[in-house]
C-alpha cells in the first residue's frame, strides 16, 4: 500500500513539472526563489556599490547576472570567552575561557538570465567532530522552464514555516530551530524544488532525497506540496509530506498583521509519530501509537520600534508552542529524551538599543508544563565596527526532574564576558 501511495506521489510530481507548465504566468526570477542574505548585495543601497559605471548588459540582464562573473564574499568573527558558573545545589564554583572562530564564504554565481549557481559554507574552530571545519549550508542551482515553471536543485534550506522560535510546520529541513539562537540558519536538504506562480500566489512542490542513504529508489524518497495563498494583508500556506515509513503530515501557516504587530501560526497535523517513549516500570522504549492523529500548533507575534530623532529602539518577539506529541503527564508514558517532551512551551525575546554602541536584551525560554525553564539577560557594548562586548547572564530553574533541570547539578547560574574582535563581512 505504501508502495502504491510512493508511486502516486511520485506522478503527482511529473504532472506538476509537465501539465502545468503552459499556464503560468512570465515572473521575476528572484522574487519566486527569495533571496539570500547575500543577495542584498546587488541592490542600490548596498555599501559594495561606489560609483555608477557604464555597461553593455540591459536592465533585465543586470538584475540576474553579474559582470563580473562571480560574486565571492562572507564574514569573519573570533571571539574570546572568560565564563563562570556556579552549581545551585552544591554552592560550587568553576571557571573557564572558550576560543572560537566561525566564518562563512559564500559564492554567488550568475552566469546569464536563466541560471544562478549558489555556494555557502561554514568554517569553524573547534571544528564539529561530525562535520569537520568545513560543512556545506547550501549549493544549489537556480533555473526555469520557458521562464514559467522555476526550479531550484540541490542542498537547500526550505522555508516552509514562519514561527520564529518553534516552527512545527518546518517540516522538510533537518535541523530545528534552537530558540535560543532563533536566527541561525537551518541545515537544509538535498532536494528539488519547483515553484509555479500564479498572480500573487504560488504552488510548490518539493523531492526531498534523504540524508540517511546511500543506496536509494523511489520509494525511500520524500515528497512535498504547499500552496501560498494572498488574501488581503495576509498571507497562508496549506501544506502536505509524504515519505515511506513516516508519519504523513500535512499543515498549515498564516502570517499576517495588526497595526504595527506582525502576527503568525502554525498548525501541524500527523497520522503516527516516530517518537519513542518509556514506558513507566519498563525497560524497553517504544514508539508512539501509530494509528492516531497528532496536533502541533503555534501562534506568536513581533514587534519593533525605532524613535526617528535618536538612537533608541526596543523589538520583541514571543511565541507559544503546543507539542501534541509530547509527555501529557498522565502517569503512563515517560519520554525517552527529556528535552522537548513536553506539551506546553514559551519563548520571549526582548531587546533594547539605548545608544549606537549601547544595547540590552533579555531572553526566556520555558516549559509551562512543569515551569521550568532559562531566563538570559545580556549588555552589549561595540565601541568600534570590529569591536564588541558582550556581558551574558543564564539561569536554568525548576524543580529536580523538570525539563530544563532533570538533575541537581543542571539548576546553575552562569555568567560570561564575550569580547568580538577583528569581525567583518567582505
Known sequence: ?????????????????????????????????????????????SPLIEEVSQTSLALEDLLLSNEAGVLIGGSFGFSLKPEWSRNLSTGVDSWGVSSSINSQLFFDARPDTRLRIYGKFDLAYPYDTDNGFLSIKELFS??????????????????????????????????????????????????????????????????????????????????????????GGSEFGFGAYYRKDQPPSAMLTMSSGIG??????????????????????????????????????????????????????????????YNGEGYGGDGVLMPLVNMGAGRHYGAANVSVTLTDTLSTGLLWYGNLGDMSGMVSPTLSWRPSDNIGVTLAVNHNFGDTGDEFTPVDSSRRLSASLGFSLGGARF
Not at 21 to 41: C, K, Q, T
Not at 191 to 208: A, E, Q, R
Open 1 to 45: 500500500m505504501k508502495s502504491l501511495m510512493s508511486r502516486r506521489f511520485g506522478a503527482l510530481f511529473l504532472a506538476l513539472a509537465l501539465v502545468l507548465v503552459p499556464v503560468a504566468a512570465d515572473v521575476d526570477e528572484d522574487a519566486l526563489f527569495g533571496s539570500s542574505a547575500e543577495d542584498d548585495m546587488f541592490s542600490d543601497s
Open 142 to 231: 537556480d533555473f526555469s522552464y520557458k521562464d514559467k515553471l522555476f526550479f531550484r536543485v540541490g542542498k537547500q534550506t526550505i522555508n516552509w514555516g514562519v514561527g520564529y522560535f518553534f516552527s512545527p510546520a518546518d517540516l522538510l529541513n533537518l535541523s530545528e530551530i534552537n530558540p535560543t539562537d532563533a536566527e541561525a540558519q537551518l541545515d537544509g536538504p538535498l532536494s528539488v524544488k519547483m515553484n509555479m506562480p500564479m498572480g500573487v500566489d504560488n504552488l510548490y512542490g518539493y523531492v526531498v532525497i534523504p540524508d540517511d542513504q546511500s543506496d536509494l529508489d523511489m520509494t525511500d524518497l520524500a515528497y512535498a506540496v504547499k500552496y501560498e495563498k494572498v488574501i
Open 260 to 321: 504595527e504587530v506582525a502576527i503568525f501560526g502554525e498548525a501541524v497535523v500527523s497520522y503516527g509519530s516516530d517518537r519513542k517513549f518509556w514506558v513507566v516500570g519498563g525497560f524497553v522504549p517504544v514508539e508512539n501509537p501509530d494509528d492516531r492523529l497528532y496536533v502541533q500548533g503555534t501562534v506568536g507575534a513581533r514587534f519593533s520600534w525605532m524613535d526617528d530623532d535618536s538612537d533608541l529602539g526596543v523589538s520583541f518577539a514571543g511565541q507559544y508552542y
